[in-house]
């Protein structure tokens, strides 16, 4: 099995960055594809981004695009989501997922929030 571990969650104003970290261990998140989700109370847990295995192929939510990088170091079995120019809206918890490669439809899976592993969060608010 794989755990994962959010960081680098916190409070910034609105305009400024954060980058969060999700490290794994149990297994290398090498086989996995990860994404990023956010949810806020109330709602459903929504996709952010998603990085294939290797990295070379992502996937955005229109809200984030252009804002946020997801970004993977398999080496250190880590993954990344930068975010800049953020938003009162971006507040939330955000959690990291991974779902093996090797399963039938893995990267929508993942992109549905069906993967089999999900991080505790990390709250990342942005305010004035």
């Known amino acids: 099995q794989v755990q994962l571990v959010e960081s680098g969650g916190g409070s910034v104003q609105p305009g400024g960055s954060v980058r969060l970290s999700c490290a794994a261990s149990?297994?290398?998140?090498?086989?996995?594809?990860m994404g990023w989700f956010r949810q806020v109370p109330g709602k459903e847990r929504e996709f952010v981004a998603a990085i294939s295995t290797s990295g070379g192929k992502t996937a955005y939510a229109d809200s984030v695009k252009d804002r946020f990088t997801g970004s993977r170091d398999n080496a250190k079995n880590t993954v990344y989501l930068q975010m800049n120019s953020l938003k009162p809206e971006d507040t939330a918890v955000y959690y990291c997922?991974?779902?093996?490669?090797?399963?039938?439809?893995?990267?929508?899976?993942?992109?549905?929030?069906?993967?089999?592993?999900w991080g505790q969060g990390t709250q990342v608010t942005v305010s004035s």
């Open positions: 149990g297994r290398t998140i090498g086989p996995y594809h």
């Open positions: 997922a991974a779902s093996p490669a090797s399963q039938v439809a893995s990267w929508d899976r993942l992109l549905a929030a069906r993967s089999d592993y």
